[in-house]
Nanobody
Framework: QVQLVESGGGLVQAGDSLRLSCAFS????????MGWFRQVPGKEREFACA????????YYADSAKGRFTISRDNAKNRVYLQINNLKPEDTGVYFC???????????????WGQGTQVTVSS
């Protein structure tokens, strides 16, 4: 069974940087594409970025381009999200997802972590 555990969130100030981490446990991490989504209360989970199975391809939502960087370490079964120059609108719960397919739709991901809260103060 696949389990995902996010970490690295917190309360930061605008302009700061954060690196979120998602630890994958279970078989065949390299068989899964990984993605990061953000959710705020009352809204649907919103795609931020994704990375392919080997890490040689990445895809970003327009809102994430330039400040977000997704990466993975298949030897450590981890995926990371580096966010630079944080803005108050980046506030939310960040979830990592694992899916057989490499995409940006919520239902393309088969497994989810519990999320990590990021709060950016102005």
């Amino acid at each position: 069974q696949v389990q995902l555990v996010e970490s690295g969130g917190g309360l930061v100030q605008a302009g700061d940087s954060l690196r979120l981490s998602c630890a994958f446990s279970g078989p065949s991490f390299s068989s899964y594409a990984m993605g990061w989504f953000r959710q705020v209360p009352g809204k649907e989970r919103e795609f931020a970025c994704a990375i392919s199975w080997s890490g040689d391809s990445t895809y970003y939502a327009d809102s994430a381009k330039g400040r977000f960087t997704i990466s993975r370490d298949n030897a450590k079964n981890r995926v990371y999200l580096q966010i630079n120059n944080l803005k108050p609108e980046d506030t939310g719960v960040y979830f990592c997802g694992a899916g057989i397919r490499y995409g940006y739709e919520y239902d393309e991901y088969d497994y989810w972590g519990q999320g990590t809260q990021v709060t950016v103060s102005s």
